[in-house]
Structure formats: C-alpha cells, structure tokens
C-alpha cells in the first residue's frame, strides 16, 4: 500500500512560510496541487467509508473544498497579518447537523511542518451549545464519567470560576469550566508519511469517539 503523503507536502509548506505571497504560489501552484491538494482529497475520499464505520452521522466530502478540506486561503480582513496563505493543510468532518446549527462536533484532520494532529470534539460552541453540553454533564453523570475513563486530554479555552448557574462544588466541575470540548493525537512526519497512516488516523478518530458522541448527544443530535 503505496503512503497518501511525501516529504514533497511537508516541503512545500516550509517554502510557503519562507514565501507567503501571491506571486510565489502561483509560480508553485501546480506543486500544491499535486503534492498537497490532490493527496489529501485522495485521503478524504478513502476515509469516508472509515469514518462512516464510527458514526455516519460525519460529513466527510471530498468535492469539497472549504467544506472537508479547508481552502489554502487565509481570511485576512480582520488580521493583523496580512500573509495570504494558510502554512498548514486541514480538513474537518462536522456532524451532518451543520446546516442547520451554527455548533456541532467534528472530527480534525490538521499537517504542518513539526505540528501534524488528528481527533476531534467541538471548538467555541456558541452558549447555547454550550449550555446544553454543560448540563449534559449535570444531568449525565455516568455518560460524562466514561469519557473521563476513555482517558482522553481534552483541550481548549476555559473560565476560571464556575459558569453562572452551576455549583462550584460540582465534581465535575473542571470540565464544566470548559468553553471547548475536543482532544488530539499527535502524528510525526514520519508517521504522516507512512503506509499505515489512514489507519492511524481512523484511530485517533476511535479513540475521541466517546467524547464525541457525548457531545453528538448532548445537542439533541444523533450519533
């Protein structure tokens, strides 16, 4: 099984970062499209049945771009920095819900030069998602205390007192604090570029699926 990815993907985002400017991708854009875009299309492509075998609740379109595959362009109209191009290669595969909601879980898929990672979970709900997230974990103690088991590192912003309306005493009351729900496995560039990376990248999708589906849940969604 010939590997999806190549040192030639890792390289051309270094040269991007060294050279973020127009003239330079389009001297090059031929480069990312064959070394970049295609591959991880080709990726997305194969990993829908994959990902369909966790929930098939997930989106995952590789026709996509902006949808699955995030677009190389960076939206530069309320940045300080004005570099025209993303440095990195993402995708992600949000809950068929997504139309309708402006909050649902995902899964991540995210490369970059020493910065590769895989999993997923949601990031900057707005309140009311995360008021229903956060009293799912009031209401569902067991469901919340066997994601704590799965043993995951789960990440993101959070307050530093307790959300207006819920008991400081709560013993959950860390994750209650937290404003985004998603945790993350690490790839090397090794590792990215290997044979065997889709199924490591399926994995890190298993082993965040407890958190997600909670999260699936918690928002009246189905998993």
Known sequence: MAAYFGPSLFAFLKQLKAHNNRDW???NRERYQADVEAP???FIHDLAPRLAGISPAFVVDPRRTGGSMYRIYRDIRFSG????YKTHV???????????MP???GFYFHLEPGDSM??????HPDMPALNRIRLAIVHDRKGWAAVKRAGLTIEGDALKRAPAGFDVADPFIEDLRRKDFY???PFSQREVCAPDFLDRYVDSCTRVAPLVAFLTRALGLRW
């Open 25 to 27: 991708f389009l001297a």
């Open 40 to 42: 991880v299309l080709q």
């Open 81 to 84: 920095n004005k570099s025209p």
């Open 103 to 105: 909050s649902v879980p």
């Open 183 to 185: 945790a993350l496995t």
């Open 118 to 123: 895989g999993g997923g979970g949601i990031y």
């Open 90 to 100: 993402a995708a992600s595969f949000s809950h068929r819900a997504k139309k309708d």
